[in-house]
Nanobody, 114 residues
Framework: QVQLVESGGGLVQPGGSLRLSCAAS????????MGWYRQAPGKQRELVAY???????VYADSVKGRFTISRANTKNLVYLQMNSLKPEDTAVYYC????????WGQGTQVTVSS
């Protein structure tokens, strides 16, 4: 059974930083990509960033230069370092793993507010 466990969310002031982590277990197939999506209240879920098995990364324009995604392949871990956070980054952040089909974590709340 595939499980994704996220951690690292919380409350931070504008300009601050947070690091999200996601640990994937129960995966027996090759992972195509791991990434993060977010959903703000009243909005659709949107891509934040993902990293492919070959190391290629893709970012949403809104987070380029502020967020960095990385992966520890041997442990099926993916991280999202978020710097220079803005109030508009406030959302529930979801870990995603694609192995031909998508799996999702339960989500972790990130709130950016003074």
């Amino acid at each position: 059974q595939v499980q994704l466990v996220e951690s690292g969310g919380g409350l931070v002031q504008p300009g601050g930083s947070l690091r999200l982590s996601c640990a994937a277990s129960g995966i027996v197939l090759d992972i195509n990509r791991m990434g993060w999506y977010r959903q703000a209240p009243g909005k659709q879920r949107e891509l934040v960033a993902y990293i492919r098995s070959g190391g290629i990364t893709v970012y949403a324009d809104s987070v380029k230069g502020r967020f960095t995604i990385s992966r520890a392949n041997t442990k099926n871990l993916v991280y999202l370092q978020m710097n220079s956070l803005k109030p508009e980054d406030t959302a529930v952040y979801y870990c995603n793993v694609n192995i031909g089909i998508d799996y999702w974590g339960q989500g972790t709340q990130v709130t950016v507010s003074s």
